[in-house]
């Protein structure tokens, strides 16, 4: 072991979207502090953040019926998908200052419109959306939103969805020109590459064995590096675990009384993608469906363009999975060795209660291709099994925690679990994950650092213009974020330039 021992500012531990992002974000508030990242793998943006990983939708809840439930009464409650729309925004400023800044160069290689659409089928389903629609389309936030039952219509905005399908069946879609694909591992390659240029320590191939507090407060971390198998000591005031499925176990190490009675549940998950590139040509849009009963809500159905590698592909899923792993590149023991003491009646409680989930996830797992391209034909009638592949996606562990409404309650969200003194906070869970990262980490900044956003705040504003504020009681303000955001973003116009090509 090397007695090497090195005081820094800030550690970062994981280099994916939430580490990037609270690094840009603590440069341009605080240049003159030291900042170093830890990272396991050899790259950044491997995990959770790479673009094969996840959906590379940009949440705004546009199209994701599960954001939107149907109250007792009937009428349908969009708070949730106000909240995600706002924080969604509030990214979009910041990549736009970071793009204005020239700190970031060419939007157009992690973000491009997108139309989103919502489908559904049956009559009930159909009433529901119509619902959504009247809901969601008199609001500043979801301006521009159509509703369609008309086949003719539909056949114009998704003919690959629409073709051979029978005339009375009852179908309906909203169709909002505005969404984005956003390739989430090119834009942490990009943060990286700026915090690099910044002066920060990126340390690949390095783990963080174990964390513990000094004396005065500060973190000191064992840091194994897996190239040279030597171990070093780093000490800081402030550390941020963002590694994705493996921030529970880093939290559990640093002992503090907020982790306890936490778990993580696994759930992996697998992408069918479309090898032939003229059935990619005939689809152009994101287009959400609806869950089937029991399963977990970050297994909505979708059919995605996606833009990879300045490539179109086209993507379909997620098919959830189960892997004792909290990551991809993770250990089988990684479930089992997250039942500590603390968290044990936790665990058992949420497996008791969450029987139906497992019961799918058992299911899922067993599913031939032939069985998943039965589940793709409800979107696309006339695929063949041959045009399509079947890709593994990224780990996502859902938090297990106990909750006013009982023990044991797994979270479906993104959970900063912060020590009280803020010098420790770790992000954990899932969807919608990297697309609110900016609103996610200026909640870790003002837990962790409460004593200094009296100073920060106007430069927060600058980045962020709508800080501290509602878009959507200031419709002056939406308006003029969404027109310079997706100018800076070169979003304008390309909106119309995209049309689907006619069927071959």
């Known amino acids: ?171 309906a879609a909203t169709k909002i020109d505005t969404g984005t694909d956003v390739n989430f591992g090119a834009l942490t390659r990009m943060l990286f590459d700026h915090l690099k240029n910044n002066d920060v320590e990126i340390n690949y191939q390095h783990s963080v064995d174990n964390i513990k507090r000094t004396s005065d407060g500060s973190w000191e971390l064992k840091i194994r590096n897996l190239e040279t198998g030597n171990v070093e000591l780093h000490t800081a005031k402030f550390v941020f675990i963002g590694g994705g499925g493996g921030s529970l176990h880093l939290l559990q190490k640093t002992g503090i009384p907020e982790s306890k009675h936490i778990g993580g549940f696994p759930v992996s998950g697998i992408f069918m993608v479309c090898n032939n590139p003229e059935v990619v040509e005939q689809h152009h849009a994101k287009v959400y469906g609806k869950a089937k009963v029991g399963a977990p809500p970050m297994s909505v159905p979708h059919l995605d363009t996606r833009f990879i590698d300045n490539k179109k592909s086209l993507l379909f899923g997620p098919f959830a999975g189960f892997s004792p792993k909290f990551l991809k590149n993770g250990s089988m023991m990684d479930l089992i060795t997250s039942i500590k003491s603390d968290n044990l ?77 803020g010098s420790v906070a770790a992000l954990l869970g899932a969807s919608p994950g990297a697309s609110t990262a900016v609103h996610v980490m200026l909640e870790v900044i003002k837990k962790c650092f409460p004593g200094q956003l009296k100073e920060w705040e106007p430069k927060i504003k600058e980045m962020i213009p709508s800080f501290g504020e509602s878009l959507l009681k200031n419709p002056a303000l939406l308006q003029e974020v969404k027109t310079s955001t997706s100018e800076v973003l070169g979003l304008a116009g390309k909106q119309q330039e995209e049309k689907v090509p006619e069927l071959v």
């Open 345 to 421: 009646l936790t665990m058992l409680a949420a497996g008791a209660k969450e029987m139906a989930l497992t019961k799918y996830l058992i299911q899922q797992v067993m599913l031939s291709k032939e069985q998943r391209m039965e589940e793709l034909r409800e979107f696309i009638p006339t695929a063949k099994s041959e045009d399509w592949d079947l890709v593994v996606a990224g780990q996502r562990v859902q938090v297990i925690k106990d909750t006013p409404s009982g023990k044991g309650t797994l979270q479906f969200g993104t959970e900063v679990i912060t020590a009280a003194d």
């Open 1 to 171: 072991m090397s007695n090497r021992q090195t005081k820094t500012d800030v550690i970062l531990i994981g280099a994916g979207i939430m580490s990037a992002t609270l690094g840009s974000l603590l440069k341009e508030l605080v240049p003159d502090w030291k900042i170093k990242v830890f990272e396991k793998l050899a790259t950044s943006g491997e995990e959770s953040s790479n673009e094969w990983n996840n959906a590379g939708t940009g949440h705004a809840a546009l199209c994701e019926l599960n954001y939107t439930s149907e109250k007792q009464d009937g009428s349908i409650d969009i708070s949730k998908a106000i909240s995600i729309n706002e924080q969604f925004q509030v990214s979009m400023q910041f990549w736009s200052y970071l793009v204005k800044s020239n700190l970031i160069q060419n939007p157009e290689d992690f973000i491009m419109p997108l139309p989103h659409m919502s489908l559904v089928q049956g009559e009930t389903n159909v009433e529901f959306l119509k619902k959504r629609f009247q809901a969601l389309s008199n609001n500043p936030l979801f301006q521009g939103m159509e509703f369609s039952e008309d086949h003719d219509k539909l056949m114009d905005w998704i003919p690959l969805i629409m073709k051979d399908r029978p005339a009375n069946e009852p179908i």
